[in-house]
DNA sequence: TACTCGTGGGC
DNA sequence: TGCCCAAGAGT
């Protein structure tokens, strides 16, 4: 076990990734608890890629946790808008008006961090190793998979879970318990991929289980996922003096409180019934766009349409101001095709 | 426990 | 192309 921290943290101190939200390792400065929670959150289930702008756009706008607790929740969640789960948006705002009403100091345990909303198990443990160097166990998909495969774990996922995270528990050190979470997320994002390891480059190799057995790109195994359903929407571009009437989606659910275009209720599972919530006259086609979600995929297909009797709740946005509307991806793709 | 909840990129 | 995958949390 010793070998493996130590091999790792040195392959950290030589080939750390450069992150906007990262202190670089050996230098002592403490990251900001504030931009270390900011880009935990982001990062959850997202890319790095996708991460940057995003993370630069809300720490130029928002500095510090205090500010971002004053904003308005609608502008948090225009300046969300794209990169999906928009419950984590939500969240984030509840979670800083928690830590501002603290003094703007974030708690520096694990325990007390899991209690924020939007900060699980792996968040909880992320920020209390990397802000306040606590030793905490962090277990994300990365270190699922690296441990999977370092301890020959052959269990499928997520049965797996105790066990790795066991493995885990032993493997990380007393010390620099920050440095190893986010050298094993680097390993596992540059290194140990989920598709053709780099074995040859890896520092750990000749310590390697899953390499001895030369079963390291079949790790982890998983369960098998179910087909997901298609699915069928409407959804409908109400023009009046150059702009469009958008609507907000309910606090919960799909795209939950973003600015959206009006539909037919479609959902993950049921069609929607191609009918608006309020009266409209249907017109032409404009087109339909396909789009994936996580557990099925939707059609959506976008009608113009003229309102027919009173004035529904929503608000008239400009046109030629259109991407600035804070829409979700798929109904800014469902807008491009009706302006195409 | 198992399901819900986005999006973009890689192959 | 269709499928897999990514610094998961909430219910």
Same mark, same amino acid.
Request: glycine residues 8%; contains cysteine; proline residues 6%.
């Given at each position: 076990?010793?070998?493996?921290?130590?091999?790792?943290?040195?392959?950290?101190?030589?080939?750390?990734?450069?992150?906007?939200?990262?202190?670089?390792?050996?230098?002592?400065?403490?990251?900001?608890?504030?931009?270390?929670?900011?880009?935990?959150?982001?990062?959850?289930?997202?890319?790095?890629?996708?991460?940057?702008?995003?993370?630069?756009?809300?720490?130029?706008?928002?500095?510090?946790?205090?500010?971002?607790?004053?904003?308005?929740?609608? +502008? #948090?969640?225009? $300046?969300? /808008?794209?990169?999906?789960?928009?419950?984590?948006? !939500?969240?984030?705002?509840?979670? &800083? %008006?928690?830590?501002?009403?603290?003094?703007?100091?974030?708690?520096?345990?694990?325990?007390?961090?899991?209690?924020?909303?939007?900060?699980?198990?792996?968040?909880?443990?992320?920020?209390?190793?990397?802000?306040?160097?606590?030793?905490?166990?962090?277990?994300?998909?990365?270190?699922?998979?690296?441990?999977?495969?370092?301890?020959?774990?052959?269990?499928?996922?997520?049965?797996?879970?105790?066990?790795?995270?066991?493995?885990?528990?032993?493997?990380?050190?007393?010390?620099?318990?920050?440095?190893?979470?986010?050298?094993?997320?680097?390993?596992?994002?540059?290194?140990?991929?989920?598709?053709?390891?780099?074995?040859?480059?890896?520092?750990?190799? +000749? #310590?390697?289980? $899953?390499? /001895?057995?030369?079963?390291?790109?079949?790790?982890? !195994?998983?369960?098998?996922?179910? &087909? %997901?359903?298609?699915?069928?929407?409407?959804?409908?571009?109400?023009?009046?003096?150059?702009?469009?009437?958008?609507?907000?989606?309910?606090?919960?659910?799909?795209?939950?409180?973003?600015?959206?275009?009006?539909?037919?209720?479609?959902?993950?599972?049921?069609?929607?019934?191609?009918?608006?919530?309020?009266?409209?006259?249907?017109?032409?086609?404009?087109?339909?766009?396909?789009?994936?979600?996580?557990?099925?995929?939707?059609?959506?297909?976008?009608?113009?349409?003229?309102?027919?009797?009173?004035?529904?709740?929503?608000?008239?946005?400009?046109?030629?101001?259109?991407?600035?509307?804070?829409?979700?991806?798929?109904?800014?793709?469902?807008?491009?095709?009706?302006?195409?």
């Amino acid at each position: 076990m010793a070998d493996v921290r130590e091999r790792l943290l040195a392959w950290y101190d030589e080939h750390a990734r450069v992150l906007p939200w990262r202190v670089p390792p050996n230098n002592r400065a403490t990251p900001d608890p504030y931009r270390v929670w900011l880009s935990e959150v982001m990062l959850q289930q997202t890319t790095v890629a996708a991460v940057k702008d995003y993370f630069a756009r809300f720490t130029e706008r928002w500095p510090t946790v205090a500010e971002l607790a004053a904003a308005e929740e609608a +502008d #948090v969640l225009s $300046a969300w /808008a794209g990169l999906g789960y928009y419950a984590r948006a !939500r969240n984030l705002i509840a979670c &800083a %008006r928690v830590v501002a009403d603290r003094g703007g100091l974030f708690p520096d345990s694990e325990e007390d961090l899991r209690e924020l909303p939007g900060v699980g198990a792996y968040t909880s443990a992320a920020i209390a190793a990397i802000a306040f160097d606590r030793r905490a166990v962090v277990v994300d998909a990365n270190v699922e998979r690296v441990i999977s495969r370092l301890f020959a774990i052959t269990e499928p996922l997520p049965t797996s879970r105790p066990a790795i995270r066991e493995a885990a528990d032993r493997v990380t050190p007393e010390r620099r318990a920050g440095d190893f979470a986010q050298a094993m997320m680097d390993l596992g994002a540059t290194i140990c991929t989920s598709r053709e390891p780099r074995c040859l480059l890896c520092p750990l190799s +000749d #310590v390697c289980e $899953a390499r /001895a057995m030369g079963i390291a790109g079949d790790l982890p !195994r998983k369960i098998a996922k179910k &087909a %997901r359903p298609a699915r069928t929407g409407t959804a409908f571009w109400i023009e009046r003096d150059s702009h469009v009437l958008l609507v907000q989606r309910p606090g919960k659910g799909m795209l939950g409180g973003m600015r959206a275009l009006p539909d037919d209720g479609w959902n993950a599972r049921a069609d929607g019934n191609g009918k608006a919530e309020f009266a409209v006259r249907q017109g032409d086609p404009l087109g339909a766009v396909t789009h994936g979600f996580t557990h099925f995929t939707l059609t959506l297909s976008v009608l113009r349409a003229e309102l027919a009797g009173s004035e529904p709740e929503g608000e008239w946005w400009p046109i030629s101001q259109i991407g600035e509307a804070g829409l979700p991806t798929l109904f800014a793709r469902a807008a491009q095709t009706a302006l195409a």
